[in-house]
């Protein structure tokens, strides 16, 4: 069953900031709010604990979670390189909604998921998640919320999807001052490249940077449209009316060309259910850390997003 504390009353708070670092020592999971949405947390270097925080939220080790930290000198711990503009955003934008996807130190005793070397940092502006994670150091958070769902803005909320069995303790710090996910922000490349967009805008982050590659929108395919179907449909009508009569003459010589996909083909089917595919992979949650916050990997060469394709922490709602 789990403990949950009203952290607007000091007595609670304390109580309740105690509780949850033991639970978080103990490698137990526990809710805590954040200036972005709720996230459920656990100790960062326990690699049951962060097995199990996935396994809670319905995850897989292709979306490894982003790391709180309570300070800039914790970050600094887990970061090897900071690129060229690291320390600015940082200094400007921290704590508060910024998520800094960064090559991770190689030393670190931990195991986040598949995060291809690399993490993803926050340092979020909510005094009950400072005080925590100032006590029990950086935290492996995703959203509180089972993956797919929509991200908790309030304790309640994640209650409702996380329920009392797998959450030790609940930190209720009221409804949370945004819903809007934090940016993510990678820093493996020269330039930054926003990962996704988020509470930190791409104008505020020129500002301090200068170029700023802003969020690619790769391997996402435009809906197919009725009336494009409805064409294929009648151009596969008549290439099969074209071909039955005796008179019709054979395509370059050797066969009829492959007639245009009618609808209920396979093919037509197939550009359908891709098209939805993509759309359903956008994940319609708000991630702090979720986390769409999510320890990411780098992203790819390519100008691909991190890892398998995904942001850091996958979901859009990572804070």
């Not at 979306?63 to 914790?74: D, E, K, N, Q």
């Not at 993803?120 to 150091?137: F, I, N, S, T, Y």
């Not at 995703?142 to 304790?155: D, E, I």
């Not at 991630?287 to 390519?302: I, N, V, W």
Request: glycine share 12%.
């Amino acid at each position: 069953m789990s403990r949950i504390y009203d952290c607007a009353d000091e007595t609670a708070r304390k109580d309740g900031i105690a509780d949850a670092a033991s639970a978080v020592r103990r490698g137990e999971l526990v809710v805590l709010p954040t200036d972005t949405v709720y996230g459920i947390g656990t100790d960062a270097f326990s690699p049951s604990a962060v097995a199990n925080l996935l396994a809670t939220k319905g995850r897989g080790r292709d979306m490894p979670p982003p790391v709180l930290v309570g300070s800039m000198r914790a970050a600094t711990a887990l970061v090897e390189d900071l690129g060229n503009h690291g320390r600015d955003l940082m200094e400007e934008f921290w704590p508060g909604p910024l998520t800094l996807v960064c090559t991770a130190t190689p030393s670190l005793s931990w195991d986040l998921g598949d995060t291809k070397g690399t993490v993803a940092v926050r340092m979020p502006m909510d005094p009950v998640a400072l005080e925590l994670l100032k006590e029990v150091g950086p935290m492996a958070v995703s959203s509180a919320n089972k993956s797919g769902l929509p991200a908790a803005t309030r304790m309640e909320e994640a209650l409702e999807q996380l329920g009392d069995e797998d959450v030790a303790v609940y930190l209720d710090g009221g409804e949370t001052d945004s819903p809007v996910a934090s940016t993510i922000v990678d820093l493996t490349y020269a330039v930054p490249r926003v990962l996704r967009s988020g509470a930190i805008s791409i104008e505020q982050l020129r500002a301090v940077c200068g170029t700023v590659i802003g969020e690619l929108r790769q391997g996402r395919m435009k809906p197919v449209k009725e009336e494009d179907v409805a064409k294929a449909g009648e151009a596969a009508k008549a290439s099969r009316r074209a071909a039955s009569r005796p008179e019709a003459p054979a395509a370059g010589g050797t066969g009829g060309a492959d007639p245009a996909p009618a609808p209920g083909s396979g093919a037509a089917e197939g550009t359908a259910s891709e098209s939805g595919a993509a759309a359903a992979g956008a994940d319609t949650e708000a991630a702090p850390g979720e986390d769409r916050a999510t320890g990411g990997a780098a992203a790819g060469k390519d100008g691909g997003t991190p890892g398998t394709g995904r942001l850091p922490d996958g979901d859009r709602s990572e804070n």
